[in-house]
């Protein structure tokens, strides 16, 4: 094969540098794994609070909800690797670790029931049908305990706020940071190869996009 021909072919089987992944379907048309119709609707309410959109992506656009909802699916929703034997004394100071019975995703189905059952009575409407500033305010009260939950659930706040945050700054691969938004939103440049170059160089902004562990660039 001569060198133009060889060339060509290596050409045509070149992946191109800046090829992503089919666009996932709206997050409308998404059927959630774990999460209920009801659950799912506060859940997609209460990310957008967490990581408001704006200028720059936030949650939703990140697909947040998605990344919980695998989660909660998941080993994390079943604690499988978190010793659950108890002793479990619920109302212990928070310091002393996680003392609830329940696991990541008890707490959320039973905390988010909790929640839409007090806004209910508080404001005659579960919290995804409040106005945004009645959410704000609800949303709140919760994160100051002001929510009336027994002690097995007064960790939903802490936990729905850390998995949006994992949510948004986690590898794509796990359902959320669409696109690498978290990533290119702080410019985090991902899972590249190699920063030899830019060892040396301090208090420069780095140039270059994210790349997933996938290979998607941003």
């Not at 045509?12 to 794994?33: C, G, I, R, T, W």
């Not at 039973?110 to 704000?136: M, R, S």
């Not at 301090?202 to 290979?215: D, F, K, Q, R, T």
Request: charge should be negative.
């Amino acid at each position: 094969m001569g060198g133009g021909a060889g060339a060509a072919a290596l050409t045509a089987m070149a992946v191109p540098l800046h090829a992503q992944s089919p666009e996932p379907e709206p997050l409308e048309n998404y059927a959630p794994e774990y999460f209920t119709a009801e659950e799912w609707q506060f859940v997609m309410s209460a990310t957008a609070l967490l990581i408001p959109s704006g200028p720059t992506p936030g949650a939703i656009e990140a697909r947040v909800p998605v990344f919980i909802d695998l989660q909660l699916a998941s080993g994390f929703g079943s604690a499988d690797d978190w010793y659950m034997a108890g002793p479990h004394i619920a109302d212990a100071d928070p310091l002393l670790g996680w003392q609830s019975p329940l696991t990541p995703a008890e707490i959320y189905r039973e905390g988010i029931a909790a929640v839409n059952a007090w806004c209910e009575q508080t404001h005659e409407a579960p919290f995804a049908d409040l106005l945004p500033q009645t959410q704000q305010e609800v949303m709140t009260a919760l994160s100051e305990d002001e929510v009336p939950l027994p002690p097995e659930l007064r960790g939903l706040f802490d936990l729905l706020l850390q998995n949006t945050k994992e949510g948004f700054f986690a590898d794509p691969k796990y359902g959320g940071n669409h696109r690498m938004a978290g990533w290119t939103h702080i410019g985090f440049p991902g899972a590249r190869a190699s920063f030899l170059e830019w060892v040396d160089k301090h208090n420069v902004p780095y140039p270059l996009g994210p790349v997933a562990i996938s290979g998607e660039r941003g």
